[in-house]
């Protein structure tokens, strides 16, 4: 059976990720940026994660901006990614719906490796998200699949292993990889 | 008279320093001839995004001023991206609207609500620090300088003609993602 995520085990990985990423682009490039953040969450606040989000705002290592849309997020994180940024899109199903062609034509056409963390909102805790009775559910992953797009489960505590994994591999593929939050984080 | 966009282009040019520019749509074709090979990176392939690029790239280089060459269509497009942008509050951008009322690209038609649109009262509304509206090219050459240097975020609206050529006239130039790659590498110069 799936279980919630602590914020703070999301947010501690989410660190760890970051620093490495920063550890690996300082050691392959003269002018790194300088920042005192290790990286940025754009966020386009989702129900599912929303303690993560709470948690954020007492957060000084992570750089957190609200964006109007999953659009703009997705064009951000192009912005931040020429100039060096870590980051990390922070979106729910719905907002995934609503920006695959920018996610198409920014993070698979134009190549900008993008991490994206999507909340399952509604996700029934005895199903698998395929089966949910809910269409925002059960199309997550079919319309990742159509798009060519890796993702993953956050099914439990277990799998955060899975956040640095899937940012990884974005940057290795430059382009889009994923994963799913399974339930509500807490 | 509204301004020709290519002298609006020659003009930013000769005053920019090392400014990053992101053009979008019709300021594109132009753009490439007038400032080849140089700190820019075209929104092409998402088209409404090109504020929000330069939000990204202002963000991660505040050292560098960034210019976003926007359009009243794109714009109109990612509207919120003025409230994303006021509320991060980028002292290092600059966002110049090449307003004509029209989606020049695909043929001229008219933009909800054409030139009476204003830009400069949204982008106020929003939370930007400042914003006007410039309607000649001289007043544009004067206030270039305060324009580049002023603290943003700051919008400004300039009442321009149509371009030369657009996307579709001239479909020249590369793919984002190599324009991207070629800036990324500039500003962080691997080893």
């Known amino acids: 059976m799936p279980e919630s995520i602590p914020a703070s085990l999301i947010i501690d990985t989410l660190k760890d990720t970051f620093r490495e990423a920063r550890a690996a682009l300082a050691a392959e490039v ?21 303690s993560v989000l709470a948690a954020l705002d007492k957060e000084q290592a992570l750089r957190v901006l609200t964006c109007a849309t999953e659009d703009e997020a997705n064009a951000v994180a192009a912005g931040l990614w020429i100039g060096g ?39 029934e805790r005895d199903k698998d998200p395929r089966e949910s009775r809910h269409s925002m559910v059960r199309y997550a992953e079919p319309l990742l699949d159509t798009f060519g797009v890796p993702h993953a489960r956050l099914e439990g505590p277990d799998d955060v292993h899975l956040i640095p994994e899937y940012y990884r591999l974005a940057q290795k593929r430059r382009g889009p990889a994923a994963v799913l939050v399974g339930l509500e984080t807490i | 008279m509204a301004m020709k966009p290519e002298e609006v282009l020659r003009a930013i040019a000769a005053a920019r320093g090392d400014a990053i520019c992101v053009p979008t749509m019709t300021t594109a074709p132009a753009w490439r001839t007038i400032a080849p090979d140089d700190f820019s990176v075209t929104c092409v392939g998402f088209m409404g995004g090109a504020s929000s690029l330069g939000l990204g790239l202002a963000l991660a280089r505040p050292d560098r001023r960034v210019l976003v060459f926007d359009g009243d269509g794109s714009l109109l497009m990612q509207l919120g991206s003025l409230a994303t942008i006021a509320g991060a509050a980028p002292r ?39 914003a006007y509206a410039i309607r000649d090219l001289d007043e544009l050459k004067r206030r270039l300088p305060a324009m580049l240097s002023e603290e943003g975020p700051v919008l400004v609206e300039l009442y321009t003609g149509l371009a030369e050529k657009t996307p579709m006239t001239d479909r020249g130039g590369r793919p984002f993602h190599e324009q991207a790659e070629k800036l990324r590498v500039k500003l962080v110069r691997p080893r």
């Open chain 1, 85 to 123: 940024e870590p980051c990390a899109l922070m979106i729910q199903h719905a907002g995934l719906y609503a920006s695959v062609n920018t996610l198409r034509g920014v993070a698979m056409d134009g190549r900008v490796p993008i991490f994206y963390m999507i909340g399952l909102l509604s996700r």
């Open chain 2, 92 to 130: 290092n951008l600059t966002h110049l609207v090449f307003k004509n009322g029209v989606y020049h690209t695909s043929g001229s038609q008219e933009t909800p609500g054409g030139l009476g649109v204003d830009y400069v009262l949204m982008a106020k509304g929003a939370g930007y620090r400042n």
């Open chain 1, 30 to 50: 003269q002018e790194p940026p300088r920042h005192q953040h290790l990286g940025w969450v754009l966020s386009v606040p989702d129900t599912h994660q929303k």
